[in-house]
């Protein structure tokens, strides 16, 4: 069974760039099925959606996010990390790695959740 | 504010229906598939429905889904105080080239 791992500073000052590490175990990050994904929800509201990659190295990115994220994956770790750069208080949320069925049609894995702090 | 539409809030008492609506567009639910998520509090979400109306591994078959046109409905029968959580519908945004999902939805069984 899948499983994933976040992990990362919890703490990040403003201005620095926050980098996630999503650990995947149970599977292959390679395997050309799915998509891997970062999903954040600040205290108290709702998901929003960050990225995907597939395997193949594609990427998308939520538009509002675009201009300050990178997803990247490193197969011979069989992890995929977050680069979130110029962020402020408004970036602090709890950061998820999921997997994603192809078309978007559901995610099915999700990491437990960290949580990140943007402050000084 | 978020892409897709659902009510802040649903109720019922135990043993009883609620239906959970997901508004969105053509360029959103109506030309893609439609997921949904229970999140319990202080946990992860968990994939409760996929491709609009498959229940995930596990999910018992209290919980189904449907999708009509740019709406999809989340629907729960037999409420138990255990089903009280944030309920989330998610899909893929064309013109945006990007997941998007709605407000949530806070389930209260009374």
């Known amino acids: 069974q899948v499983q994933l791992q976040e992990s990362g500073p919890g703490l990040v000052k403003p201005s620095q760039t926050l980098s996630l590490t999503c650990s995947v175990s149970g599977g292959s990050i390679s395997d050309g099925v799915y998509y891997w994904s970062w999903v954040r929800q600040p205290a108290g509201k709702g998901l929003e959606w960050i990225g995907r990659l597939y395997s193949g190295g594609n990427t998308n990115y939520n538009p509002s996010l675009q201009s300050r994220v990178t997803i990247s994956v490193d197969t011979s770790k069989n992890q995929f990390s977050l680069k979130l750069n110029s962020v402020t208080a408004a970036d602090t949320a709890v950061y998820y790695c999921?997997?994603?069925?192809?078309?978007?049609?559901?995610?099915?894995?999700w990491g437990q959740g960290t949580t990140v702090t943007v402050s000084s | 504010q978020s892409v897709l539409t659902q009510p802040p809030s649903v109720s019922a008492a135990p043993g009883q229906k609620v239906t959970i609506s997901c508004s969105g567009s053509n360029f959103n639910i109506g030309n893609n598939y439609v997921s949904w998520y229970q999140q319990l509090p202080g946990t992860a979400p968990q994939l409760l429905i996929y491709?609009?109306?498959k229940r995930s591994s596990g999910i018992p078959d209290r919980f189904s889904g449907s999708k009509s046109g740019t709406s999809a409905t989340l629907a729960i029968t037999g409420l138990q105080t255990g089903d009280e959580a944030d309920y989330y519908c998610?899909?893929?945004?064309?013109?945006?080239?990007?997941?998007?999902f709605g407000g949530g939805t806070n389930l209260t069984v009374l």
């Open positions: 998610g899909t893929w945004d064309n013109s945006l080239s990007a997941g998007v």
């Open positions: 491709e609009n109306n």
């Open positions: 999921t997997r994603a069925m192809k078309f978007f049609s559901g995610m099915d894995v």
